[in-house]
Structure formats: structure tokens, C-alpha cells
């Protein structure tokens, strides 16, 4: 009896961890960005002559839609970058630029990505775009059941990737005004795959229709 016992309480206890885990209770909370702090982040060109300059160079003018990209290897990454990308014709219309930023840039990794990611993509070595507080999803992505489900819907959807680089701090999205006007839209990820990012973004709204 003592035995069943503590195996219906081991099975209990792994139940309970299970629950929790696929709740947002023990996710950190995001914190939004500054214009001022984006602004000044430093960027730099990927070509082997590489320039550095700050990041509001990339909106400006016309506004812009960076995509933080978690790990360009990633099947999950690389699905979100073509659900963006699948916005360019209308973004071009507006005349809004669409980037991407990475964390690192590993052997192949970049020049692989770009196939699914239709606009340029930059190093932000100083992770800036993943702060100003860093998230980490660590191995309790693995266990939830919404993490699995953009597995298989990625998976489904014929992309495939690698595990060369970091991926476990997360990335996110900003829509940018253009000058002054601010961050109009900023999505944190919340587990690897989240593509609420993309379904957010209106582009008959976005930064170019703002007067």
C-alpha cells in the first residue's frame, strides 16, 4: 500500500508541475521598450566590411516592422519570418520597410534564413532588441502543450531548421512611426513558435498612414 502511495503521489506531483507549466503563472513578464532606449541601440551590417550605426536609422523616415529573431535556424523562426515576409507586397504599398535583427551570426545560419525572411536583417550583438529585461524560455518550453502545437503546425507546413546557436532567449516584433511618432506595436514572445506577432500587425494601419 506505502508504495502505491507514493507512486500515485509522485504521478500527482509530475500532474500538478505539468498544469502549472502550460499557465503563463511562471513566465517572466516583458518590459516594454523605450523609444529613446531603442534608438539608441548599435546595429551592425553583415557584409565583411561591417558598418555599425544606430538603430533609428531604420525607421526614420518611413517607419519600419522589426522582427527580433529568437534563432535563424530554428523551424519555428523561420515560419514566423514567412508569415511576416507574406506582408511585404503590402508593406512595400505603404512604403514601410520590413527587418529583421539577430542576436549572433553563426556560420551559415543568416544566409540560410533569408530565403524565408523577405527584407534585410542586421547583428545586434548587445542583444538590445531582446531587452531591456532578456527573457529565457529554457526546457519548460518543452513540456508545453502550446509550444508542441507550433511544432506540428510548423512541422506540417514543411519547414525544417537546425539547433546551431542560442535559442532560448526569446524574441519579439516592434512596428515602428516613423521619427518621433513611437513604437506602435510591440510583441514580446511568450514560448518558441508564438506567432501572434504576425497576426497582430494591420498594415492598412501602420506607419505610413499616420499623419
Known sequence: ?????????????????????????????????????????????????????????????????????????????????ADLSSLKPKLDELGVPLYAVVKEHVMNEVKD?????????????????????????????????GVWQNFFRAWNGGFSGNLEGEGFILGGLFVMGPGKQGILLEHREKEFGDLEAARKIKPQSSASEKK
Open 1 to 81: 500500500m506505502g508504495m502505491w502511495s507514493i507512486g500515485a503521489g509522485a504521478i500527482g506531483a509530475a500532474a500538478l508541475a505539468l498544469l502549472l507549466a502550460n499557465t503563463d503563472m511562471f513566465l517572466v513578464k516583458p518590459q516594454k521598450a523605450a523609444l529613446e532606449y531603442l534608438e539608441d541601440i548599435d546595429l551592425k551590417t553583415l557584409e565583411k566590411d561591417a558598418v555599425t550605426f544606430k538603430a533609428k536609422a531604420l525607421w526614420e523616415k518611413n517607419g519600419a516592422v522589426i522582427m527580433a529573431v529568437r534563432r535563424p535556424g530554428c523551424f519555428l523562426c523561420r515560419e514566423e519570418a
Open 113 to 145: 534564413f533569408q530565403p524565408y525572411f523577405k527584407g534585410e536583417v542586421f547583428l545586434d550583438e548587445k542583444k538590445m532588441f531582446y531587452g531591456p529585461q532578456r527573457r529565457k524560455m529554457m526546457f519548460m518550453g518543452f513540456v508545453r502543450l
